[in-house]
């Protein structure tokens, strides 16, 4: 039996308590990768393709549609990607590899990025926004994690290390 991605990962239960049941990572939006030469550490920013039906009651208030995610991949080798087309769905998926690792596929129309990492991945920056045509940057965002919450409302920029390189 194929475990679902939730089973690989840390840092879930944030997630879980949002969702009956958690979506799989198929026809996902991939809106960035962070690269980071400690770990070295792979980070991908997700959109899940279902909003969760147990959503904080202040989002659904505002009007939220779209849960993101960070999926953080930790002790990378053998990165390999080739092309991107924003905003075009992707899906990934998994293969457990020998010696505690695991192969992280993500692939999409004009997309082919794989790694090897360690054996579980971590899950993190939990947030909830509306999504419209505009820029995301001027997106009001809603985190679930409290440290989140308090020191954000919208995307920070990409050089927010703070952010973007821990989970």
């Not at 920013?45 to 549609?65: C, F, K, M």
């Amino acid at each position: 039996m194929t475990k679902h991605w939730t089973d690989l990962a840390n840092n879930t239960s944030g997630l879980k308590s949002l969702y009956s049941s958690v979506p799989s990572l198929n026809l996902v939006r991939l809106r960035s990768i962070h690269l980071n030469w400690q770990g070295p550490t792979v980070t991908a920013r997700i959109d899940l393709p279902e909003y969760p039906d147990n959503a904080p009651p202040e989002w659904i208030d505002r009007g939220h549609d779209t849960l993101q995610i960070h999926l953080q991949f930790v002790a990378v080798e053998n990165l390999s990607a080739h092309g991107w087309i924003p905003s075009s769905p992707v899906s990934i998926e998994f293969m457990p590899q020998e010696e505690r690792r695991l192969q992280a596929c993500i692939t999409g129309d004009g997309l082919e990025l794989s790694l090897a990492c360690s054996d579980s991945f971590t899950v993190g920056h939990v947030s909830s926004f509306r999504s419209t045509d505009s820029s995301m940057k001027d997106e009001t965002y809603s985190f679930l994690q409290p440290l989140d919450a308090r020191r954000f409302t919208t995307l920070p920029d990409t050089h927010e290390s703070t952010f973007y390189e821990r989970i």
